[in-house]
C-alpha cells in the first residue's frame, strides 16, 4: 500500500507559475512510474505527465514545453513545475505511483485566472 499526498495547488494569474508536489509513502518499490492526471469539472481525468523510476518522462501535447516533471527518489517526492498557465489548465490534479497496482492522492486544485 502506497499512501499519497499532494500540495501546491493554488490561484495564479495566467501566465503564472505553480510547483505541485506529491511525497509518497509506504511500500514504496524501487521501479515504479509516478505522474500527474488532472480532472476539470464535467471532464474526464487526463494525464498530464508520467515518470518512471529511471527518469523518463512523457507529456500530454497540451503541456509540452510549459510544465516539467521530474522525481527525487531520495526523498520519494514527485513534482510538477508548471509555467506559462493557461485558464485551461485549471483541473483538480492528482499525484499517481504505479508498479502492478495504482495509488491515487487526494488531489490538489489548480485555478488560473484570465
Known amino acids: 500500500q502506497v499512501q499519497l499526498v499532494e500540495s501546491g495547488g493554488g490561484l495564479v494569474q495566467a501566465g503564472g507559475s505553480l510547483r505541485l508536489s506529491c511525497v509518497a509513502s509506504?511500500?514504496?518499490?524501487?521501479?515504479?512510474?509516478m505522474g500527474w492526471y488532472r480532472q476539470a469539472p464535467g471532464q474526464q481525468r487526463d494525464l498530464v505527465a508520467s515518470?518512471?523510476?529511471?527518469?523518463?518522462?512523457n507529456y500530454a501535447d497540451s503541456v509540452k514545453g510549459r510544465f516539467t516533471i521530474s522525481r527525487d527518489n531520495a526523498k520519494n517526492t514527485l513534482y510538477l513545475q508548471m509555467n506559462s498557465l493557461k485558464p485551461e489548465d485549471t483541473a483538480v490534479y492528482y499525484c499517481?505511483?504505479?508498479?502492478?497496482?495504482?495509488?491515487w492522492g487526494q488531489g490538489t486544485q489548480v485555478t488560473v485566472s484570465s
Open positions: 499517481y505511483y504505479r508498479r502492478l497496482v495504482t495509488s
Open positions: 509506504g511500500s514504496i518499490s524501487s521501479i515504479n512510474v
Open positions: 515518470i518512471s523510476s529511471g527518469g523518463a518522462a
